[in-house]
């Protein structure tokens, strides 16, 4: 026993360092592939297409905006431990939600409020395309018909490329009053920023809340903050963030009441996920892992009903997913993705994703995977299927070959769920390798001008 406890630091260091360097040199092969064969990867011929594999332009510039997510970073690294230590677990809710939103505005605000303002006023982002809707049933039953590329009045690539439901959600905001795309930016990045919670509560439901204490930070100061700051990929985070803790919180409940309410919620926002995006079926993995954790499969009947009410009113009102869903694999492969190889992108997808997630999570993987197969007590049990349930749909995902490229925000849903693996890693590597997370943002910050 004395050996094998002995050996344990050093095995646990070695799988840290060994994880790293998978991951670093993905990042390096994604990089390096492009630029020393004649393999033409089609990232694109735009602003920011000329530093494959990432959707960014190389831009280096030490601009005073910079200090915004240094100053935050260091005021977080700095009071987090005692305000964690001393909150209670609503206070505390409410300080994850505040950290995240101020570091992902601190980050979207390097270029200034037009870096966030630009995204949202591009012709092919929803919300330029939802205020030319006038008529929102209409909108539904021409939504397939205008979905090809070859029709004169297609969809813009972004309302194209997802199910109605992403650009609804924009409709209502325009009907709202909301005619300014900076505003608009500003209400996606706040709604995006409550994913964190969603996640710790999940956390705290089937692990515990000392873990999901622990949790936090992970999911807070992640380089992936930089595209839920400017993407309306945030949206679908904490829709789907949400769906899955309401899951574990019906997967978990000892009162009948509590069981039906909280599964029939998980369901109709899980159900809505699938509406947002396509690729959001694969929130099935962690669902399942959900209600493995929770031991109670009763909650998924419930679950079940909830999506099948969201999938009945769409149906309803003239969009059938399963017809949809073809037409876009065509306008998918009509356009640059044809060109984009498959060999390529299929693990070069998770060298950039690593821009997202940071290399912090690829030396927890072996830890992940040491606490899964020893079947750990549930406080370290729970974050590990989480986490590995991420990862899973990540590899699906690419395996797909209907995620090549610019996953960087199109897998933040499941990304944000990997980052729990971190965890799991002994204490007093935490700071250290939190610093190396938000150094990560703030040097991607610095060389490069992303797209989102």
Same mark, same amino acid.
């Given at each position: 026993?004395?050996?094998?406890?002995?050996?344990?630091?050093?095995?646990?260091?070695? /799988? !840290? $360092?060994?994880?790293? %360097?998978?991951?670093? *040199? &993905?990042?390096?092969? +994604?990089?390096?592939?492009?630029?020393?064969?004649?393999?033409?990867?089609?990232?694109?011929?735009?602003?920011?297409?000329?530093?494959?594999?990432?959707? /960014? !332009? $190389?831009?280096?510039? %030490?601009?005073?905006? *910079? &200090?915004?997510?240094? +100053?935050?970073?260091?005021?977080?690294?700095?009071?987090?431990?005692?305000?964690?230590?001393?909150?209670?677990?609503?206070?505390?809710?409410?300080?994850?939600?505040?950290?995240?939103?101020?570091?992902?505005?601190? *980050?979207?605000?390097?270029?200034?409020?037009?870096?966030?303002?630009?995204?949202?006023?591009?012709?092919?982002?929803?919300?330029?395309?939802?205020?030319?809707?006038?008529?929102?049933?209409?909108?539904?039953?021409?939504?397939?018909?205008?979905?090809?590329?070859?029709?004169?009045?297609?969809?813009?690539?972004?309302?194209?490329?997802?199910?109605?439901?992403?650009?609804?959600?924009?409709?209502?905001?325009?009907?709202?009053?909301?005619?300014?795309?900076?505003?608009?930016?500003?209400?996606?990045?706040?709604?995006?920023?409550?994913?964190?919670?969603?996640?710790?509560?999940?956390?705290?439901?089937?692990?515990?809340?000392?873990?999901?204490?622990?949790?936090?930070?992970?999911?807070?100061?992640?380089?992936?903050?930089?595209?839920?700051?400017?993407?309306?990929?945030?949206?679908?985070?904490?829709?789907?963030?949400?769906?899955?803790?309401?899951?574990?919180?019906?997967?978990?409940?000892?009162?009948?009441?509590?069981?039906?309410?909280?599964?029939?919620?998980?369901?109709?926002?899980?159900?809505?996920?699938?509406?947002?995006?396509?690729?959001?079926?694969?929130?099935?993995?962690?669902?399942?892992?959900?209600l493995v954790l929770g031991r109670r499969w009763a909650a998924l009947p419930w679950a079940l009903g909830g999506a099948l009410l969201v999938a009945a009113a769409f149906t309803l009102a003239g969009f059938r997913w399963?017809?949809?869903?073809p037409v876009l694999v065509t306008r998918y492969y009509d356009g640059i993705q044809s060109d984009r190889p498959y060999g390529y992108w299929v693990w070069a997808n998770l060298g950039v994703w690593t821009f997202s997630?940071?290399?912090?999570?690829?030396?927890?993987?072996?830890?992940?995977?040491?606490?899964?197969?020893?079947?750990?007590?549930?406080?370290?049990?729970?974050?590990?299927?989480?986490?590995?349930?991420?990862?899973?749909?990540?590899?699906?995902?690419?395996?797909?070959?209907?995620?090549?490229?610019?996953?960087?925000?199109?897998?933040?849903?499941?990304?944000?769920?990997?980052?729990?693996?971190?965890?799991?890693?002994?204490?007093?590597?935490?700071?250290?390798?939190?610093?190396?997370?938000?150094?990560?943002?703030?040097?991607?910050?610095?060389?490069?001008?992303?797209?989102?």
């Open positions: 026993m004395g050996a094998s406890t002995s050996r344990s630091p050093r095995l646990t260091w070695a /799988a !840290a $360092w060994s994880g790293v %360097l998978i991951g670093a *040199l &993905l990042v390096a092969a +994604a990089i390096i592939v492009p630029r020393v064969t004649p393999i033409d990867v089609a990232i694109g011929t735009g602003d920011f297409d000329d530093w494959k594999p990432l959707k /960014a !332009a $190389w831009e280096p510039e %030490l601009t005073p905006t *910079l &200090l915004l997510p240094v +100053a935050v970073g260091l005021l977080g690294f700095v009071l987090w431990p005692r305000l964690s230590r001393s909150s209670t677990w609503p206070q505390f809710l409410a300080l994850t939600f505040v950290g995240s939103w101020l570091w992902t505005a601190a *980050l979207g605000h390097v270029g200034g409020a037009q870096a966030i303002r630009k995204v949202f006023d591009r012709d092919s982002e929803y919300f330029v395309g939802a205020k030319e809707v006038t008529s929102i049933p209409q909108f539904m039953t021409e939504f397939v018909d205008r979905i090809p590329k070859h029709v004169d009045d297609n969809w813009p690539i972004h309302i194209a490329g997802h199910p109605p439901g992403a650009t609804l959600f924009f409709i209502m905001m325009n009907r709202m009053g909301v005619e300014d795309p900076y505003t608009a930016g500003m209400i996606v990045m706040t709604l995006g920023c409550t994913a964190a919670v969603g996640v710790v509560l999940t956390v705290r439901t089937l692990a515990s809340e000392r873990m999901a204490r622990r949790t936090a930070p992970w999911v807070v100061a992640a380089p992936s903050a930089i595209w839920m700051g400017v993407s309306g990929d945030a949206l679908f985070t904490a829709v789907a963030a949400w769906g899955l803790a309401l899951l574990a919180l019906s997967a978990t409940a000892e009162r009948r009441s509590r069981l039906v309410g909280f599964g029939l919620g998980s369901g109709l926002l899980l159900g809505l996920c699938v509406y947002l995006s396509y690729g959001l079926v694969l929130l099935g993995v962690l669902a399942l892992a959900v399963w017809e949809a869903f997630a940071g290399l912090a999570v690829w030396a927890a993987f072996g830890r992940g995977i040491a606490e899964v197969r020893r079947r750990a007590a549930p406080e370290r049990f729970a974050p590990a299927v989480l986490g590995w349930a991420g990862f899973a749909a990540i590899l699906l995902a690419t395996l797909s070959s209907m995620s090549q490229a610019e996953i960087e925000r199109i897998w933040l849903p499941f990304t944000i769920w990997v980052l729990i693996l971190p965890t799991l890693l002994p204490a007093h590597w935490h700071r250290p390798l939190i610093a190396t997370q938000m150094g990560t943002a703030i040097l991607i910050e610095l060389l490069w001008t992303t797209q989102w």
